[in-house]
């Protein structure tokens, strides 16, 4: 497995790779990409173990990107996983492309078509319903955005994966605080997420969503959980590492024009220590 200091050297990686798909004067989900760049790094290479000689096999263990406009930090993972060419990320989200704007089953190491927010939860409901069924030993991670939370079928699979007791199935909530044309407290507060979610018969765990140890240890206690699923609350940042986008709602899907993007890359190459 990989260390917490090479976890945190990925993170960094894919936050320019997804500076790089993005470009200048294009559109791109930046903010919600930004802020799942550690989790990602410890999911695809720390705890997943999905590689090209596994992708097909019926007991890998699966990961759901709820919300689907996150996909560029995916993608980037799936590259730097080698299941495509790196060369892609050079034609996201164009007709000649391989990659668009949200994961679609066209991609290797992608498990399900996502970004309609609120139905991630259910897919990987009936992975993990089927796995079992299988007396497979894999596992099912589903990631969520906070703004999803207030879609009703997410609760429905809620209340449905505990009372199947899926304990294969660990769940985060990307806890950025900021939604698509706003802060999530000003469009629709969801308050007492930690309760809610133990109330539906849930374990939850909260984890610093930026500390590669902290996201660790959340994932070794959710799979040490027994007869019920797990959700793991990340405590993040919108658009974490780039001091103009951070917490800011404008780069959710915003444009980085020449002077942001060369800012952008300024400041990943400081908390690098140089430059690439």
């Known amino acids: 497995m990989n260390s917490v200091k090479t976890l945190e050297s990925i993170a960094l990686d894919l936050r320019y790779d997804v500076l790089e798909m993005i470009g200048i004067n294009n559109p791109g989900h930046l903010g919600g990409s930004f802020s799942l760049a ?37 993608y980037a993972a799936l590259s730097r996983l080698g299941l495509f060419p790196r060369e892609e990320l050079k034609r996201v989200k164009t007709l000649k ?48 955005g906070d703004g999803e939370q207030a879609e009703g079928q997410l609760w429905e699979a809620s209340m449905a994966a505990a009372a199947y007791g899926l304990d294969n199935m660990t769940a985060f909530i990307d806890w950025n605080k900021v939604q698509g044309m706003a802060p999530t407290e000003e469009i629709l507060p969801i308050p007492n997420l930690e309760e809610k979610w133990r109330a539906f018969g849930w374990e939850v765990f909260t984890a610093g969503g930026h500390n590669i140890e902290d996201i660790i240890a959340a994932i070794k206690r959710a799979d040490a959980v027994r007869g019920k699923p797990s959700l793991i609350i990340l405590d993040t940042v919108k658009g974490k590492g780039l001091s103009f986008a951070e917490g800011n709602a404008a780069f959710h899907n915003g444009i980085l024009d020449e002077g942001t993007y060369k800012k952008a890359i300024q400041e990943l190459d400081a908390l690098k220590g140089g430059t690439r």
């Open 38 to 74: 550690e989790t990602m790094a410890v999911l695809y290479f720390h705890r997943l173990g999905l590689s090209k000689e596994n992708l097909k096999s019926p007991h890998r263990n699966r990961l759901i990107l709820s919300k689907g406009h996150a996909a560029l930090v995916q």
């Open 97 to 144: 492309g391989l990659l668009q704007g949200h994961p679609d089953l066209s991609i290797p190491g992608i498990e399900a078509v996502t970004g309609s927010l609120g139905q991630g939860l259910s897919i990987g409901l009936g992975m993990a319903l089927a796995l079992r069924m299988d007396k497979s030993p894999a596992r099912v991670f589903v990631i969520m």
